[in-house]
Each structure stands twice: as C-alpha cells, then as structure tokens.
Nanobody, 123 residues
C-alpha cells in the first residue's frame, strides 16, 4: 500500500499549483484521502479531505475558497488544486489515507502516508 504525492514546486504569490496523490497497491474508491502540510518549525496541519462514501469535501479555514480537492477513481488519484497561493502556504504537503471512507482532521486517524512534496510560495 503506497501513496505518492507530487506536483509541488516554486510559485509566486497569487499563483497556482495542482498536487496529485497517486495510490498503488490498493483502490482509492473505498478510502477517504486527506492532505496535510508541515512548515519548518511548525506542527503538521490538516488542510483538506475528501470522503469516498459520498465525495464530501472539507477544508481548513486557512485554505477555504482557494483550494479544491477532487478525486479521479479511474486514475486512482486525488488532486489538490491550489489557487491564490500565499507565502504562508509554503510547506511540505502530504497525502494520507485513513482505514476507512470517512474524513478526519487528526493525523493519528490516518494509517497510510505519502512521502511529501515541497510547495514554496515566494517572489
């Protein structure tokens, strides 16, 4: 069971990036997927989650209206579209899956983690 996050990079404030979380060894259809981020010297922070049961989406207040999470079960991939990026969005972004279809905001609820992808927002 593996998750691989990709799509990070360097972008100017106000720019956009799309992160991908690809699964291998299991089918994402039955799992919720969450995105977390961790900035240097800070704790890991929950960003967003999409359930598998009904496709419900959830966002942290800090990214609501700017980030959009979606899933393509045919490609076994979840995406995080990030628009209007700010310097405070700079962090390593991780995707993770709990052992079930429901979303959670606490990292300890997640059993499977990707390796992380760096997002840097700077001029």
């Amino acid at each position: 069971v593996q998750l691989q996050a990709s799509g990070g990079g360097l972008v100017q404030p106000g720019g956009s990036l799309r992160l991908s979380c690809a699964a291998s060894g299991f089918t994402l259809d039955y799992y919720a997927i969450g995105w977390f981020r961790q900035a240097p010297g800070k704790e890991r922070e929950w960003v967003s989650c999409i359930s598998s049961s009904d496709g419900s989406t959830y966002y942290a207040d800090s990214v609501k209206g700017r980030f959009t999470i979606s899933r393509d079960n045919a490609k076994n991939t979840v995406y995080l579209q990030m628009n209007s990026l700010k310097p405070e969005d700079t962090a390593v972004y991780y995707c993770a899956a709990p052992d079930g279809s429901s979303c959670h905001r606490d990292a300890y609820e997640y059993d499977y983690w990707g390796q992380g992808t760096q997002v840097t927002v700077s001029s």
